[in-house]
């Protein structure tokens, strides 16, 4: 018997403890592990109790057989092969019983499980669906709705809930395995046999067309959730056989669709981007408080994330009455995670009499072990802030900017320590964004790199390592597809068509919605900074200046863009932009053209493609990969094609290539095109050669 799966027969049943740690995962030693026991418990058991050893029943699918061949047996036939067993065959379930670990548990008669466990179905965030019957079995327990609901968020639910949904049949305090054993030892009293959830009753058909369009919707281009109500479907009309057969033949669509190879992708990388073999052995430094200079939005989002993070926080603001104002909005995010249930009432006070506190000296700062400078962005405010900070705080506490755009070895150059100093670039609002750009400046020291990113883990961030240049990563790309956006908009295409264009491929908002929720201020002062620097070749428009001019900022003004209504979502295209666009137009003698949506996305994507390929080739990015993580957990690229790095070798480089070329016969300037895109071409390689170490 494998060791996998480890088999004890205790009176009349048969226990199946998987012993494959950390998480019990399906690989192919605990599937053969598992038909060999319920094989060998027909002959010599009453009953079959499937467990987990450690801390968790089969959390999914073992990760290290992704992209190679399945071996036997599939676990398709596992789950089928437990169903069929002539003993009740029972699941006990303690920490998650995730994608096929559920499926395993749904193929068993019956199912219980300690208050603690969770249970659901995530594989739509693998680009595919559950492929060993849950869409089949899960209905006939728990209904076509809270199935629906189960599958296309990929979400998990607590055991009450599996309880009250019928996935479960009894949730029991106490150590797994005994009550395991009492529930089988009570089937066994009561006369019971096996139950076979795939003859339980088809469940009743929904509006499946509306469900499925509805899917379609909220996906924005991901197809695995509207596939999902599909095979969801089946299960409505089939037998359990013919269902098992409509599901696999959907499942091998989705495991041949680019998108499940983007989000593959884009689920192996978001956990190699933060390990980078520069910190191989570096130690952090020990960092149990900080201080954050700034209570506005950004310094009080910092504050609240280091605060859930266990860390204690000195905010500094510059006068009582700023110092009261950030209190307040870090209290008031706070008190919102009280109201939703996210934070107890104890932890929140807890957190505001022992954790935070808030002054407006920055000698409060004395013994913090880091900082993060949260200020206004302009290069004399930081300086001189960072001169508080070289007075006040101690040897060895780490110097870190916020700053989205502005030179931290400048920065770093103004202090006695700029071994000290490093960027930490949080996205807004701080609490809840998921990106952290660790901008790395010449003389930062290697153990203060280990530190951002450890603070990075401490805070649930996904942290990314940038070298120094206007932007860094994020906003340096984002600078270059916005401005090609802007040449469309001269050309002959709206604001609004390339907004619809752009969420019709997976983005939530277009590029033009996002700078009125952030303010179009935010823009006009970037660009005011670096219009000395313009280069006299660039194709400059003035028609978001003038909107800015007429004090017209965005969502914060009501005007922008678009128009906004109080109390309405959402807003309508504002005509006075479109004015200024035409009258431009007329001015600089531009012929209008057409854009279809097509155009919009293609010429969108292969800026930012030209752009992201630039970055990596001066090593401001490490590796595609970071490229695509930042512009994934920061900028809103749908998730379903990888990062647009991913997405360009999923459409070819040779074809990005040929296109920019193309352009570049319109704008030698703005479309010329980065050397390593060049070189992949010549070479016959790819992005995700570079991401494995090859190079061009």
């Given amino acids: 018997m494998t060791n996998a799966v480890e088999y004890q027969l205790i009176d009349d049943v048969a226990v199946l403890r998987a012993n494959n740690p950390p998480v019990n995962a399906l690989g192919q030693a605990v599937r053969a592990g598992l038909l060999a026991g319920v094989m060998r418990a027909e002959g010599e058991a009453k009953a079959i109790l499937i467990i987990g050893n450690g801390r968790t029943f089969f959390a999914g699918a073992d990760i290290k057989e992704f992209g190679k061949p399945p071996q036997e047996p599939f676990l398709p036939d596992v789950c089928t092969?437990?169903?069929q067993s002539t003993l009740p065959v029972i699941s006990s379930i303690h920490g998650t019983a995730l994608g096929g670990g559920l499926e395993v548990a749904l193929g068993t008669h019956y199912r219980i499980a300690v208050p603690s466990a969770k249970v659901g179905l995530p594989e739509v965030h693998l680009g595919i669906l559950p492929g060993a019957g849950g869409t089949q079995r899960l209905p006939r327990v728990a209904g076509v709705e809270n199935t629906m609901d189960l599958i296309t968020s990929g979400g998990h639910v607590t055991a009450a809930d599996a309880l009250a949904m019928g996935i479960l049949d009894a949730v029991e305090d106490g150590d797994v395995e005994a009550i395991g054993l009492t529930f089988a030892n009570q089937i066994l009293a009561q006369g019971k046999g096996p139950r076979p959830v795939g003859q339980l009753p088809r469940p009743d058909p929904i509006d499946f067309d509306t469900a499925h369009a509805a899917a379609m919707k909220k996906g924005r281009g991901q197809i695995a959730p509207a596939t999902a109500i599909r095979a969801i479907e089946a299960a409505c009309h089939n037998d359990l056989a013919e269902g098992l057969q409509r599901e696999r033949?959907?499942?091998m669509t989705l495991m041949n669709s680019p998108q499940r190879e983007g989000m593959i992708h884009a689920f192996f990388n978001e956990r190699a981007v933060s390990k980078l073999p520069e910190l191989k052995g570096i130690a952090p430094r020990d960092v149990q408080s900080i201080g954050v200079i700034g209570g506005g939005t950004m310094g009080a989002g910092i504050t609240v994330a280091a605060l859930l993070a266990g860390l204690n926080v000195v905010m500094i603001e510059r006068d009582s009455d700023?110092?009261?104002a950030g209190s307040d909005r870090v209290s008031g995010i706070l008190q919102g995670s009280v109201k939703r249930g996210k934070l107890s009432q104890g932890k929140y006070d807890a957190i505001m009499v022992g954790g935070f506190s808030a002054s407006d000296s920055y000698d409060a700062l004395g013994d913090v072990d880091l900082v993060i400078e949260a200020a206004f962005e302009e290069m004399g405010v930081k300086k001189a802030i960072f001169a508080e900070l070289d007075r006040v705080c101690k040897t060895g506490a780490v110097l870190a900017s916020n700053t989205s755009y502005l030179d931290v070895n400048e920065i770093a150059a103004s202090t006695s320590r700029p071994a000290d100093v490093i960027g930490l670039h949080f996205f807004s609002p701080a609490h809840v964004m998921k990106l952290l750009e660790v901008?790395?400046?010449?003389?930062?020291?290697?153990d203060v790199v280990a530190t951002g990113f450890a603070l990075g883990k401490a805070m649930r961030k996904t942290a990314v390592r940038s070298g120094v240049c206007d932007g860094f990563i994020g906003n340096r790309i984002l600078k270059t597809y916005r401005t090609c956006a802007d040449h469309m908009v001269l050309d002959g295409a709206s604001p609004f068509e390339i907004d619809d264009a752009m969420t019709a491929f997976g983005f939530a908002m277009g590029?033009?919605?996002v700078a009125d929720l952030a303010g179009l201020d935010i823009g006009w002062a970037t660009r005011k900074r670096l219009a000395p620097t313009r280069d006299p070749r660039e194709r400059i428009s003035t028609y978001a200046d003038k909107i800015c001019e007429a004090g017209h900022f965005g969502q914060k003004t009501g005007k922008g863009y678009y128009v906004y209504e109080k109390g309405k979502r959402g807003g309508t295209p504002n005509p006075e932009m479109m004015a200024l666009i035409e009258a431009e137009r007329t001015e600089l003698g531009i012929t209008q053209r057409a854009f279809t949506a097509e155009d919009i996305q293609r010429r969108y994507m292969c800026a930012m493609v030209n752009e992201a390929a630039k970055v990596v080739d001066e090593g401001i990015a490490a590796r595609p990969l970071d490229v695509d993580m930042v512009l994934l957990f920061g900028y809103g690229f749908p998730r379903h094609w990888g990062g647009p790095l991913k997405w360009a070798d999923l459409q070819g480089v040779q074809s990005i290539l040929d296109d920019i070329e193309s352009y570049a016969k319109e704008d030698a300037y703005f479309w010329e095109c980065s050397d390593l895109l060049k070189r992949l071409v010549a070479?016959?390689?790819?992005?995700?050669?570079?991401?494995?170490?090859?190079?061009?």
């Fill in 511 to 513: 590029p033009y919605a």
């Fill in 249 to 251: 033949d959907l499942f």
């Fill in 81 to 83: 092969r437990i169903e």
């Fill in 439 to 446: 901008v790395v400046a010449d003389q930062t020291a290697p």
């Fill in 322 to 324: 700023a110092v009261k």
């Fill in 683 to 696: 070479a016959g390689k790819t992005f995700e050669d570079l991401n494995m170490g090859e190079t061009v």
